[in-house]
């Protein structure tokens, strides 16, 4: 697949989500209890600067400011422009807080600058996650970390989920494993921390810089 046409693939999706995003059910409870165990782990205190890789309509930005008392830089990027438009009308009038629409393979923002990022539930839809990762690497400060939660190919059931997304879902590149993780983090020149586990099928990859 071209890159042009994956990345108006995935626009076209997550613009689809961006009214329902902030709603109930199944499905985005599981999304927030997701989001919050991975901010849960950053250890975010006040005045750090922090960035949500794929940010959606920006709830896990908002809760990472609610625990450092709202004294900080909160950052979020994210390919559409509707889930952009909604995190912007979600925290409207707040100065520090800062939505961008972006692909993470090419982050608009200073080298050096950030002391956690996260992205939750969106590494399998980067058509380059190297290219990603050396973002990751190029933005964090020295010491910073990167918590990676997705969906990890550890076990076969994932496996077999990957290879059916594969065909049903073409916004859908690849589910990888935490060696595979280790791997495209070392290579960019993080230090491979370790892993959390959210569930049985899903971790927290951690590195840092």
């Known amino acids: ?6 990345i108006k693939l995935n626009e076209i999706k997550w613009d689809k989500w961006a009214p329902i995003a902030d709603g109930g059910g199944w499905k985005f409870d599981y999304l927030r209890k997701a989001q919050n165990h991975v901010i ?8 750090m600067n922090f960035l949500d890789i794929g940010c959606g309509t920006g709830y896990a930005v908002g ?16 390919l559409s422009p509707k889930m952009i438009e909604k995190a912007e009308e979600n925290f409207k009038d707040l100065n520090n807080f800062h939505f961008i629409r972006a ?17 939750t539930n969106s590494f399998h839809h980067y058509l380059h996650p190297e290219k990603v990762m050396n973002e990751i ?39 990888y494993s935490s060696k595979e993780f280790n791997k495209l983090m070392e ?3 993080l230090r491979y921390v370790g892993i959390d586990h959210l569930e049985r099928q899903y971790k927290v990859q951690i590195g840092q810089k």
């Open 137 to 175: 690497y190029r933005i964090l400060k020295k010491g910073g970390k990167i918590y990676i939660l997705d969906p990890i190919a550890d076990m076969w059931i994932a496996k077999l989920i990957d290879k059916i997304f594969r065909l049903i879902e073409p916004e859908h590149v690849k589910i």
């Open 103 to 119: 692909n993470s393979e090419s982050i608009p923002l200073d080298n050096n600058f950030f002391d956690i990022v996260i992205c």
């Open 187 to 189: 290579d960019a020149g």
């Open 40 to 47: 849960s782990l950053t250890g975010i205190k006040e005045n």
């Open 63 to 78: 809760q990472a400011a609610k625990i450092a008392n709202h004294k900080g830089a909160f950052y979020g990027i994210d």
């Open 1 to 6: 697949m071209k890159e042009s046409e994956h």
